[in-house]
């Protein structure tokens, strides 16, 4: 190969103007931007960060005393802010996570927006998410401790605080993705709730809420028709799966190390269609493999403690602990005691659109 002259200081004066004329022309060339647009491996911006449920509360609790919910401000929800994404409220660039506070007896007004969410809860019970539910009208939904309960895009919710006592919990939803492609509607409802009900059941787990009973002529939304997943089921599942494992038979991810996934259970698909909802369990002295996927995630401690590794940071946690997870950065969580901790992840956008990517820590890797 031979080697390039140098440019000519005539050369070099041509290539100016011609870079000037590509700015003026709103233009840029490829060659000067390459290693940003197409790097060897996942770049984000996002960092590993923790927010600790011991700072998020009080801080809640602050709010919820200064702060009214109502119409226009609509909830009173503090985000999770990843500080390698300054000037956004998002965790990863993909997901939104938010402590959300209601205090006693308190009401959220409906609205309903192309944003999908789900709420979580790791602490406390009272308040009602009323959701439009299988076939129309509002399905008041009971939020318990463990439970993840599900508000797929466009159906209008409201909240409802039956006691007298506050209630906080975490809300997932995939703002980030939504504003970023510019597909987000927003509507309001009525300002009075549409249901003061607390039935013992919501609709949607009625008809939909048994162990492989699929209800023949109900129709399949896109998103889950069950919208509440208790945690008595979840943790039955994950009991079982350890408890199989210590019996010689398969079921556990890895040695010690339990997960079950919130899927439609009318197509065994992710719960929601831009965000998958997982609960893990780990034995005590247990660990998870180290692995990494394209795609970012948000876990949230549910109960015990343990030791969390998430690219280069390492950190003790605990219950109600949250921690963002950036696209590629290796995720190794090992606990003395035993954890339980819920994560819910932007994988179903990277597999429908072709670009999902694992890497386990022995160097396997795989498109799921
Ligand atoms: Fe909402």
Redesign the pocket.
């Known amino acids: 190969m031979t080697a390039l002259a140098e440019p000519t200081a005539e050369e070099l004066a041509a290539l100016d103007d011609l870079y000037a004329d590509f700015a003026a022309a709103h233009m840029t060339p490829l060659w000067t931007q390459i290693g940003g647009l197409m790097p060897v491996t996942p770049s984000p911006a996002a960092v590993p960060f923790l927010w600790r449920w011991s700072t998020l509360l009080p801080l809640a609790r602050r709010a919820g005393e200064l702060v009214p919910v109502g119409r226009g401000g609509?909830?009173r929800a503090i985000a999770l802010a990843n500080p390698g994404l300054p000037g956004t409220a998002y965790a990863t660039p993909t997901l939104w996570s938010a402590i959300q506070y209601l205090g006693p007896r308190e009401e959220a007004p409906a609205?309903?927006?192309t944003?999908t969410?789900f709420r979580f809860v790791v602490e406390g019970e009272g308040v009602w998410t009323n959701v439009e539910g299988p076939g129309g009208g509002v399905d008041a939904i009971a939020m318990r401790r463990g439970d993840l309960l599900l508000?797929p895009g466009m159906h209008f919710?409201e909240h409802h605080n039956t006691t007298d006592h506050p209630m906080a919990w975490i809300d997932g939803?995939d703002i980030p993705l939504v504003r970023q492609i510019d597909a987000g509607f927003f509507e309001f409802g009525p300002d009075e709730l549409a249901t003061r009900d607390t039935p013992a059941a919501s609709r949607n787990e009625r008809l939909w809420g048994h162990p492989g009973l699929t209800p023949v002529g109900a129709p399949v939304p896109r998103a889950s028709p069950l919208m509440a997943y208790r945690w008595e089921h979840t943790d039955a599942a994950l009991a079982a799966q350890l408890e199989l494992a210590v019996e010689g038979h398969p079921g556990v991810v890895g040695p010690g190390h339990a997960a079950v996934r919130f899927t439609n259970p009318a197509t065994a698909g992710d719960c929601l269609s831009t965000m998958r909802c997982e609960m893990h369990r780990l034995a005590p002295g247990a660990a998870t493999r180290t692995r990494r996927v394209a795609g970012s995630a948000v876990w949230q401690v549910f109960s015990g403690s343990g030791t969390v590794a998430v690219g280069e940071e390492t950190w003790e946690v605990g219950t109600g602990d949250l921690f963002a997870v950036p696209s590629w950065a290796p995720v190794r969580i090992a606990s003395d005691a035993g954890l339980d901790a819920f994560r819910f992840s932007d994988e179903p956008v990277l597999e429908a659109l072709g670009l999902a990517r694992t890497q386990t820590g022995d160097g396997e890797t795989g498109d799921a």
Do not use: W
Request: hydrophobic share 20%; net charge positive.
């Open positions: 609509e909830r609205h309903r927006h944003q969410a508000t919710h939803l």
